[in-house]
């Protein structure tokens, strides 16, 4: 069965303190690994998309790496309004729907 | 852009009643997507439809649940009757067929039904 799995569940940080937040990934193929944030009350928005192992983006304070069975999104001295839920999700072929994980719910405290 | 939008955004309920909520997709998406989020099991899907067509359904918890997409530019998703355990955000998203098919979220209906 496919299945996304991130860690930790919720992850709290001073200003500053730089942390990693894991996606790990069980697939009968790989088509994408997305991110996105999600803030209270509001819809998921997309971060990032990456495709292969090796891969990297990057992103104001965030950088995005993969590689054939997990995926890290790394937090670079992080700002309080980096607070909120990162999701991350697998596309398994062209044209079906994403398969999420639960999220890590990232509290950043100044 | 405006975005997806859905609507309502926030919906009250007693149970045994009829809910409908709405999506209008992006322009020129050819995907649309239904999702359900709760905090015991994350963001679901329900289904999804190209070009208007119901593509996977297998999602969907029982005959109670049906959606629709009359055109290019707007979906609904009804539960009838609705019952407690239905209570959830419900995401509506949208992509377009290409290299990377980026799935963009509305803001989502929140659901309650007592």
């Known amino acids: 069965e496919d299945q996304v799995t991130q860690s930790p569940e919720a992850l709290r940080l001073q200003e500053g303190e730089s942390s990693s937040l894991n996606c790990s990934y069980t697939?009968?193929?790989?088509?994408?690994l997305f991110w996105y944030r999600q803030d209270p009350g509001k819809g998921p928005e997309f971060l990032f998309t990456?495709?292969?192992a090796g891969e990297e983006k990057e992103k104001e304070r965030l950088k995005a790496t993969l590689t054939k069975k997990e995926s890290f999104l790394h937090i670079t001295a992080p700002k309080p309004e980096d607070s909120a839920t990162y999701l991350c999700?697998?596309?398994?072929?062209?044209?079906?729907?994403?398969?999420f994980g639960k999220g890590t719910t990232l509290s950043v405290s100044s | 852009d405006a975005g997806v939008i859905q609507s309502p955004r926030h919906e009250v309920t007693e149970m045994g009643q009829e809910v409908t909520l709405r999506c209008k997709p992006i322009?020129?998406?050819?995907?649309l997507f239904w999702y359900r989020q709760t905090m015991m099991r994350g963001l679901e899907l329900l289904i999804y439809?190209?070009?208007?067509?119901?593509?996977?359904d297998s999602g969907m918890p029982e005959d109670r649940f049906s959606a629709k997409m009359p055109n290019a530019s707007f979906s609904t998703l009804k539960i009838q009757p609705s019952e407690p355990r239905d209570s959830a955000v419900y995401f509506c998203?949208?992509?377009?067929?290409?290299?990377?098919?980026?799935?963009?979220f509305g803001p989502g209906t929140r659901l309650l039904v007592l």
């Open positions: 439809f190209n070009n208007n067509v119901p593509i996977d």
């Open positions: 990456l495709y292969s």
């Open positions: 999700a697998v596309k398994i072929q062209a044209g079906t729907a994403l398969i």
């Open positions: 998203a949208s992509s377009q067929s290409g290299a990377s098919e980026t799935q963009y």
């Open positions: 697939v009968s193929g790989l088509r994408g």
């Open positions: 322009s020129g998406h050819d995907y």
